[in-house]
């Protein structure tokens, strides 16, 4: 397997290279002429052949390298199947892509999602894995040497100009590129206007401040009468791309993890608000006293001003939460830290190192990811099924957010919809060494001893940022 993929790099770069140098040819042959306007594109296929090859005029005009004419299979595999709209955009993307290449045909490949990992390690055993796959850790993937490098075709490719900056500068592995953004979930605030109006507190700006949220919270947090300003403390997560930019939790920003005074101000905020009983962290006993049941969720039941959360909390709370808690809930934008940069989550897919088409590959993994006709199929396939669109569009396409802003069913959605434009992801499916620097914090009970206030931030930052560097470097030593 190992000599296979290894091979694979060297015949891909080689292919990629050759490209590369044909476009160079056309382009000085051609001296300064404007192309036509119509001329195909490098994924257009010609129509008069029945197949899916393109001229040395498309390689030029698009960079890539030829789609193949032969016939042949690609097989790919993604998780959250269950989801509805889920299905409806498997089925459509496939429709779409074999429309597009009638001689590639795709199959979608069934793997557990509670068993992925280990589907993934056995079908690598046995050579069969899939051409495209979703990864929940880049990083690991790539030690397998499961995932081909795309840094050849990522630069070929001139669909990567709508990538956003952090997205193409945080998710390197060793410098280089293994994956490409699949699906995107922003974190939002479920607001609970129902008690924004109790309280008579005015509706915040979409435009909101970090500062303003928690200022908020604060006049907004009742806690002998068991009401909170907000819940869910995700600021360890959210204040590196806030206060410091392109970078996500831990400050990862591509290279290296930073335990700054950032990170400190973000725990800090954390046990402020918790201690002052601002944060939602009720003991079960309070819970009992006030909801009846030991195990509820207060922001289930209205007891919660500004819960952060993602959209895929959105159907709960609209065929749950709503009924339950008697409360009516506005969907809003995070709050703006200085940069005006926010963090979210993204799942990643990668390219088998082992495949035999590296470049369909490519073009599969594009339309059924990060491209333009991927993200406009998912977002058209979740409205046809009746479902929220959960999973956002993964790069700045134009033609994708205006798809998904104008087809918005309420006013504040749109306004989240808009103000998702200066993006940071989350680093954990790609930075090095993660899993080592989480098992290390475990066996030091870091958290657990600064929850019990036996440390401050402050006491442990500096170490942290040290072991956390020295094992992302041990990580990196390790790769094949």
Same mark, same amino acid.
């Given at each position: 397997?190992?000599?296979?993929?290894?091979?694979?790099?060297?015949?891909?770069?080689?292919?990629?290279?050759?490209?590369?140098?044909?476009?160079?040819?056309?382009?000085?042959?051609?001296?300064?002429?404007?192309?036509?306007?119509?001329?195909?594109?490098?994924?257009?296929?010609?129509?008069?052949?029945?197949?899916?090859?393109?001229?040395?005029?498309?390689?030029?005009?698009?960079?890539?390298?030829?789609?193949?004419?032969?016939?042949?299979?690609?097989?790919?595999?993604?998780?959250?199947?269950?989801?509805?709209?889920?299905?409806?955009?498997?089925?459509?993307?496939?429709? #779409?892509?074999?429309?597009?290449?009638?001689?590639?045909?795709?199959?979608?490949?069934?793997?557990?999602?509670?068993?992925?990992?280990?589907?993934?390690?056995?079908?690598?055993?046995?050579?069969?894995?899939?051409?495209?796959?979703? @990864?929940?850790?880049?990083?690991?993937?790539?030690?397998?040497?499961?995932?081909?490098?795309?840094?050849?075709?990522?630069?070929?490719?001139?669909?990567?100009?709508?990538?956003?900056?952090?997205?193409?500068?945080?998710?390197?592995?060793?410098?280089?590129?293994?994956?490409?953004?699949?699906?995107?979930?922003?974190?939002?605030?479920?607001?609970?206007?129902?008690?924004?109006?109790?309280?008579?507190?005015?509706?915040?700006?979409?435009?909101?401040?970090?500062?303003?949220?928690?200022?908020?919270?604060?006049?907004?947090?009742?806690?002998?009468?068991?009401?909170?300003?907000?819940?869910?403390?995700?600021?360890?997560?959210?204040?590196?791309?806030?206060?410091?930019?392109?970078?996500?939790?831990?400050?990862?920003?591509?290279?290296?993890?930073?335990?700054?005074?950032?990170?400190? *101000?973000?725990?800090?905020?954390?046990?402020?608000?918790?201690?002052?009983?601002?944060?939602?962290? !009720?003991?079960?006993?309070?819970?009992? &006293?006030?909801?009846?049941?030991?195990?509820?969720?207060?922001?289930?039941?209205?007891? @919660?001003?500004?819960?952060?959360?993602? =959209?895929?909390?959105?159907?709960?709370?609209? *065929?749950?939460?709503?009924?339950?808690?008697?409360?009516?809930?506005?969907?809003?934008?995070?709050?703006?830290?200085?940069?005006?940069?926010?963090?979210?989550?993204?799942?990643?897919?990668?390219?088998?190192?082992?495949?035999? &088409? =590296?470049?369909?590959?490519?073009?599969?993994?594009?339309?059924?990811?990060?491209?333009?006709?991927?993200?406009?199929?998912?977002?058209?396939?979740?409205?046809?099924?009746? !479902?929220?669109?959960?999973?956002?569009?993964?790069?700045?396409? #134009?033609?994708?957010?205006?798809?998904?802003?104008?087809?918005?069913?309420?006013? *504040?959605?749109?306004?989240?919809? @808009?103000?998702?434009?200066?993006?940071?992801?989350?680093?954990?499916?790609?930075?090095?060494?993660?899993?080592?620097?989480?098992?290390?914090?475990?066996?030091?009970?870091?958290?657990?001893?600064?929850?019990?206030?036996?440390?401050?931030?402050?006491?442990?930052?500096?170490?942290?940022?040290?072991?956390?560097?020295?094992?992302?470097?041990?990580?990196?030593?390790?790769?094949?």
């Amino acid at each position: 397997m190992k000599r296979k993929a290894k091979m694979m790099k060297k015949s891909l770069k080689m292919l990629l290279a050759m490209a590369l140098s044909l476009a160079l040819l056309v382009g000085c042959t051609s001296g300064t002429t404007t192309q036509e306007t119509d001329t195909p594109s490098a994924t257009t296929p010609a129509d008069d052949t029945g197949g899916a090859g393109t001229s040395a005029d498309d390689t030029a005009a698009g960079g890539l390298p030829a789609m193949t004419t032969e016939n042949i299979t690609l097989r790919y595999a993604y998780w959250g199947q269950h989801e509805k709209g889920e299905t409806e955009v498997t089925q459509a993307q496939k429709k #779409q892509f074999e429309d597009k290449y009638p001689n590639i045909t795709i199959e979608f490949v069934e793997i557990d999602q509670g068993q992925w990992a280990e589907t993934l390690q056995n079908m690598a055993a046995t050579g069969t894995l899939p051409d495209v796959f979703g @990864v929940f850790s880049v990083s690991q993937a790539v030690m397998n040497e499961w995932a081909l490098p795309l840094d050849d075709l990522y630069a070929l490719d001139p669909d990567t100009a709508d990538m956003y900056p952090a997205f193409e500068q945080n998710s390197l592995v060793n410098g280089q590129r293994y994956a490409m953004p699949w699906v995107m979930f922003p974190h939002l605030v479920f607001l609970n206007k129902t008690l924004f109006e109790r309280y008579n507190e005015p509706l915040p700006s979409y435009d909101w401040t970090v500062d303003e949220f928690f200022e908020i919270a604060t006049r907004l947090s009742y806690p002998e009468e068991f009401y909170f300003g907000t819940s869910n403390p995700l600021y360890e997560d959210l204040f590196p791309a806030w206060y410091n930019g392109n970078q996500g939790k831990w400050g990862w920003d591509g290279k290296d993890y930073h335990f700054d005074q950032v990170w400190v *101000d973000a725990m800090n905020k954390r046990y402020e608000l918790m201690d002052a009983q601002i944060l939602e962290w !009720a003991p079960a006993e309070d819970k009992e &006293h006030f909801l009846g049941d030991p195990d509820a969720w207060p922001p289930g039941w209205g007891r @919660v001003a500004m819960h952060l959360d993602w =959209p895929w909390t959105i159907a709960h709370f609209e *065929d749950v939460v709503t009924q339950q808690s008697g409360c009516e809930f506005l969907y809003y934008p995070l709050p703006q830290g200085p940069t005006g940069q926010q963090l979210v989550i993204v799942d990643n897919a990668v390219i088998s190192a082992a495949t035999n &088409h =590296p470049r369909e590959a490519w073009e599969l993994l594009k339309w059924t990811t990060w491209g333009e006709e991927a993200m406009l199929s998912r977002q058209q396939a979740y409205r046809d099924a009746g !479902a929220n669109v959960s999973r956002m569009p993964v790069t700045g396409n #134009q033609a994708a957010w205006d798809d998904l802003i104008s087809n918005a069913t309420r006013d *504040d959605l749109k306004e989240l919809y @808009v103000r998702l434009n200066d993006l940071v992801p989350s680093p954990w499916p790609v930075s090095p060494g993660w899993d080592d620097i989480q098992n290390w914090i475990n066996e030091q009970d870091i958290y657990g001893r600064l929850d019990r206030r036996e440390i401050a931030p402050a006491d442990v930052a500096a170490e942290l940022n040290t072991k956390a560097n020295e094992l992302k470097e041990e990580f990196i030593q390790r790769l094949p």
